[in-house]
């Protein structure tokens, strides 16, 4: 049973940071694709940060220069670090894995950044 596992959200004021965990379990993982999506309220899911299986980074124009994503092969996570964090950045944050058809994600975390 594939099981994706986020922590790691809260609350946090602007200019803050977090850091944020998705543990998996019941795949692969060194060989699937691994994402950061999140969905703010009345938006489209988007993505924010992936990691490939070789460790190739991409990120969204919106937080470039201030997340960064990293993956533990070992201890089968993905992490996403927040830095220098603005009240736009607010949302459900998903964690997501990808190899070839399968597509998996986990049931997400909240992020609110405000004072």
């Known amino acids: 049973q594939v099981q994706l596992v986020e922590s790691g959200g809260g609350l946090v004021q602007p200019g803050g940071s977090l850091r944020l965990s998705c543990a998996a379990s019941g795949i692969i993982f060194s060989r699937v694709l691994m994402g950061w999506y999140r969905q703010a309220p009345g938006k489209q899911r988007e993505l924010v940060a992936a990691v490939s299986t070789y460790g190739r980074t991409d990120y969204a124009d919106s937080v470039k220069g201030r997340f960064a994503i990293s993956r533990d092969n070992v201890k089968n996570t993905v992490y996403l670090q927040m830095n220098s964090l603005k009240p736009e950045d607010t949302a459900v944050y998903y964690c997501?894995?990808?190899?070839?058809?399968?597509?998996?994600w986990g049931q997400g975390t909240h992020v609110t950044v405000s004072s």
């Open positions: 997501n894995a990808k190899y070839f058809t399968f597509d998996h």
